[in-house]
Structure formats: structure tokens, C-alpha cells
T-cell receptor, first 112, second 117 residues
Framework: KNQVEQSPQSLIILEGKNCTLQ??????????LRWYKQDTGRGPVSLTI?????NTKSNGRYTATLDADTKQSSLHITASQLSDSASYIC???????????FGKGNQVVVIP | NAGVTQTPKFQVLKTGQSMTLQCAQD?????MSWYRQDPGMGLRLIHY???????DQGEVPNGYNVSRSTTEDFPLRLLSAAPSQTSVYFC????????????????FGPGTRLTVT
């Protein structure tokens, strides 16, 4: 069973609208959670990294939240742009473990 | 500062052939790793290294070898290519892994798209 589950698998949104992506994880003991953006044909690029003590972090129009008690995170995209069309990947790190657990990604398509 | 570079960008191999995927970084990062990405699946760790001379297996290491003779380079060798190894391969680096404290930003290369026929 995958330790990181993301939903929805894909969504289509109108340019200018907001959207929220969800990530649930079972990784333990928790160290940190990352959100990456991956454009088609490119490598993932980091958006945010959050540790146990952080419950929200922003990067421009991207805002990530973390609830370490319920093991849930969300990524909110505000005022979407065509360039936001990409896969958004949730990645969780366990303390003392050099391996990262990757979700399968949320595929977002922004249409004019 | 080129970041993480990978060569080649594309490669087609016949079953049974061997080849090396190159990865280099110029950020003096200790931690480097190789992933494969297949449709409908998350990135899966093949091998990783926490420093020169130290490597360890990831989630899907069979059929792949690595070595880390310098801090900068971390090549991935396919010993005898199989169609199941058709995938997109990403190399990544960071200042350290989870056991080195952190968290540390991880930087990915542009990927190598490999097809095995």
C-alpha cells in the first residue's frame, strides 16, 4: 500500500479560479512533507517543505498546509494561471530514513 | 551553476544491451539519488548515495548498478537492459539526506527517457 495518497488524481480548472489538492500519508515517524511541481517533460521542482512544527507555508500563489495529527496536507493554488498546468507531487520523509515516499501526483489542467 | 545535469536526454536500447546514464551536480551536495518514473506510478527510488564511496539500494534496485567515486558524479548502469526498464529516469541531489538533519532542498535533473525494445 502506498504510504502517500493524493486526491483528486486529476482536475480541470478555469483560469483565474482557485483549487485545492489533498495529500494523506501514513509515513512514520514523520520528518517533513514537500510539495513539488512537475511540468510535462521536466524534472520536479520544489514548491514548499514543511516540518512537524509548521502548519502553513506559502510560495507565491501556492499555499501548503499540514496537519501532522491527522497526517494530512493540502496545496492551495490561488488565481490559477495557464502555467500552473502540471503534476503536483506530495513527498513525505521519515525521520532517520534517507528514502522519500512519493505520491502519484495530482494532474492539474488550467484552461482559458 | 548548472545544477543537476543528466545525459543523454533520450536513449533507445535493444534487450540485453548495457549502458550508463550520467548524472552530475555542481552544488557540492553529498546526497544523490536515482529515480524512475512510470505512468500512473509515483517516483520510485533505485539507488542513493550519502557521499563519495557510499551507496545504498532503494526500492527497485534490481538490474541497476551505481558507484560514487566523486562528490559530483553519480552514474547509473543498466547491466542487461530489459523492456521492463523502459521509463523516465531522474537524478536528484541535496545537501544531505534525512539522516543528516535538514530538511534539505532536493534538486532534480531534467530526466533521461529510455526505451528498451
Amino acid at each position: 500500500k502506498n504510504q502517500v495518497e493524493q486526491s483528486p488524481q486529476s482536475l480541470i480548472i478555469l483560469e483565474g479560479k482557485n483549487c485545492t489538492l489533498q495529500c494523506n500519508y501514513t509515513v512514520s515517524p514523520f520528518s517533513n512533507l514537500r510539495w513539488y511541481k512537475q511540468d510535462t517533460g521536466r524534472g520536479p521542482v520544489s514548491l514548499t517543505i514543511m516540518t512537524f512544527s509548521e502548519n502553513t507555508k506559502s510560495n507565491g500563489r501556492y499555499t501548503a498546509t499540514l496537519d501532522a495529527d491527522t497526517k494530512q496536507s493540502s496545496l492551495h493554488i490561488t488565481a490559477s494561471q495557464l502555467s500552473d498546468s502540471a503534476s503536483y507531487i506530495c513527498v513525505v520523509s521519515a525521520r532517520g530514513n534517507n528514502r522519500l515516499a512519493f505520491g502519484k501526483g495530482n494532474q492539474v489542467v488550467v484552461i482559458p | 551553476n548548472a545544477g543537476v545535469t543528466q545525459t543523454p536526454k533520450f536513449q533507445v536500447l535493444k534487450t540485453g544491451q548495457s549502458m550508463t546514464l550520467q548524472c552530475a551536480q555542481d552544488m557540492n551536495h553529498e546526497y544523490m539519488s536515482w529515480y524512475r518514473q512510470d505512468p500512473g506510478m509515483g517516483l520510485r527510488l533505485i539507488h542513493y548515495s550519502v557521499g563519495a564511496g557510499i551507496t545504498d539500494q532503494g526500492e527497485v534496485p534490481n538490474g541497476y548498478n551505481v558507484s560514487r567515486s566523486t562528490t559530483e558524479d553519480f552514474p547509473l548502469r543498466l547491466l542487461s537492459a530489459a523492456p521492463s526498464q523502459t521509463s523516465v529516469y531522474f537524478c536528484a541531489s541535496s545537501y544531505g539526506g534525512s539522516t543528516a538533519g535538514g530538511p534539505y532542498e532536493q534538486y532534480f535533473g531534467p530526466g533521461t527517457r529510455l526505451t528498451v525494445t
